[in-house]
């Protein structure tokens, strides 16, 4: 038994033998989905400055909500563990209480940029009353106030196909380019202007 089920489910499965796709997916079914941070995911994450943590109630009514802070504040806690602050917002605690009585979650990253974006399913809870942990997942210097932790247990984790992920940069990214760019071109001018000295320097010796 694999951790397959867990995102193939019996609904999946089905859909999938009905549609065609069942016999693709069937290698995945038997190996599972890595559980795991690997070197490649802990890269994936410590690049991401925005994500989407999606909830349920007991019933099942779904929540997602936006996620963001500098880059890396997602931190690797352990191995199948992930944790960041919660910062203070707008008070509504709908995913707080979404965790209190469901703790299933479910992690989206993007990264359009690179096109690329990982899937984590998992188990989430909220750490109250814990300021050395939170000081661990805060990034000193935000410009936010942080509250309590949440900490998110990896059952599973995929990367998707870049296929429909628009390329899209942050205005610090743009800037960094903007800024390599204009070092180019302040060389060209630099070596522009040493040629053309130098042409005015033949043409004066004849």
Same mark, same amino acid.
């Given at each position: 038994m694999t951790n397959a089920s867990l995102v193939f489910t019996p609904a999946v499965q089905r859909a999938q033998a009905e549609r065609g796709s069942a016999r !693709?997916?069937?290698p995945r079914m038997?190996? @599972?989905f890595p559980d795991r941070v690997t070197p490649e995911l802990a890269r994936f994450i410590a690049g991401q400055d925005t994500a989407f943590l999606a909830t349920a109630t007991a019933n099942? !009514?779904?929540y997602l909500?936006?996620?963001? @802070?500098?880059?890396g504040f997602i931190k690797v806690v352990d191995e199948r563990t992930l944790g960041f602050a919660d910062y203070r917002g707008n008070r509504q605690y709908i995913t707080l209480a979404n965790l209190s009585e469901n703790d299933r979650a479910f992690l989206f990253l993007l990264d359009p940029a690179r096109r690329q974006r990982i899937k984590l399913w998992g188990r989430a809870r909220v750490v109250e009353d814990n300021p050395a942990l939170v000081e661990v997942l805060f990034d000193a210097g935000y410009k936010a106030r942080p509250e309590r932790a949440i900490l998110f247990t990896i059952e599973a984790w995929d990367a998707n196909c870049s296929s429909h992920i628009?390329?899209?940069f942050t205005e610090a990214e743009v800037e960094q380019a903007f800024e390599a760019v204009k070092s180019t071109i302040a060389e060209l001018q630099a070596e522009n202007a040493r040629l053309r000295a130098l042409l005015a320097q033949r043409a004066e010796n004849g």
């Open positions: !693709a997916y069937a038997a190996e @599972g099942g !009514a779904p909500q936006h996620r963001a @802070g500098p880059k628009v390329t899209r």
